[in-house]
């Protein structure tokens, strides 16, 4: 069971906005940055969206993170195909001291 | 640019040992914190240690507490892993990471199976 709270799936069509959520606690995003990851089919994960809440080099613009209290969101918007992959969610956990991530959410583009 | 390759992944029996690397280029090693994190086959990531940039300084997921040890030798820009012990449920794809806003670098990843 993970640390956070993730839904499994979302699914959109191509244009449409898609938004993820992600839930935990006080000792993980209550207190540090979200970030997410994206992961193709088949590779490594690769950080989508960084501790300032920013997108790093090479990441489309249509990918944006915001966070309140202990959730946060990644939304996607202007959908597209290649955006078919798996998303996670992950925070530094003070009390565990250590990464923390959400069990991962798969988005489908119908 | 940032480069990160595992390798020392393999077909192990439970009980056994095996140690993991993890080669970094493309930027200062020394400077850096670095995590390795694993990926059950079907599952989730899961975070296993981290360590300081000086390898002073090293934590433990819970799951692996006892069994792991990470280290690193920042003269040859390298971060390796010590299983020992090993389980069928250490069965994985094993990621090293590097830390800096997040883990913002991620090599491609070494497969380990535990089976007999």
């Known amino acids: 069971q993970s640390v956070l709270t993730q839904p499994p799936s979302a699914s959109g069509t191509p244009g449409q906005r898609v938004t993820i959520s992600c839930s935990g606690g006080?000792?993980?995003?209550?207190?540090?940055?979200v970030n997410w990851y994206q992961q193709l089919p088949g590779t490594a994960p690769i950080l989508l969206i960084d501790?300032?809440?920013q997108r790093p080099s090479g990441v489309p613009d249509r990918f944006s993170g915001s966070k309140s209290g202990t959730s946060a969101s990644l939304a996607i918007s202007g959908l597209r195909s290649e955006d078919e992959a798996h998303y996670y969610c992950?925070?530094?956990?003070?009390?565990?001291?250590?990464?923390?991530f959400g069990g991962g959410t798969k988005v489908t583009v119908l | 640019q940032v480069q990160l390759v595992e390798s020392g992944g393999g077909l192990v029996k439970p009980g056994g040992s095996l140690r993991l690397s993890c080669t970094a280029s493309?930027?200062?090693?020394?400077?850096?914190?670095m995590s390795w994190i694993r990926q059950a086959p079907g599952k989730g990531l899961e975070w296993v240690s981290y360590?300081?940039?000086?390898?002073?300084?090293?934590n433990y997921a819970d799951s692996v507490k006892g069994r792991i040890t990470i280290s690193r030798d920042n003269a040859r820009n390298s971060l390796y892993l010590q299983i020992n012990s090993l389980r069928v449920e250490d069965t994985a794809v094993y990621y090293c990471?590097?830390?800096?806003?997040?883990?913002?670098?991620w090599g491609q990843g070494t497969r380990l199976t535990v089976s007999s």
């Open positions: 990471a590097r830390e800096s806003g997040g883990l913002d670098s």
């Open positions: 493309g930027f200062t090693f020394s400077d850096y914190y």
């Open positions: 360590i300081n940039n000086g390898g002073t300084f090293t």
């Open positions: 006080s000792s993980n995003i209550g207190r540090n940055a």
């Open positions: 501790h300032h809440n």
């Open positions: 992950g925070a530094f956990d003070d009390s565990l001291n250590g990464w923390v």
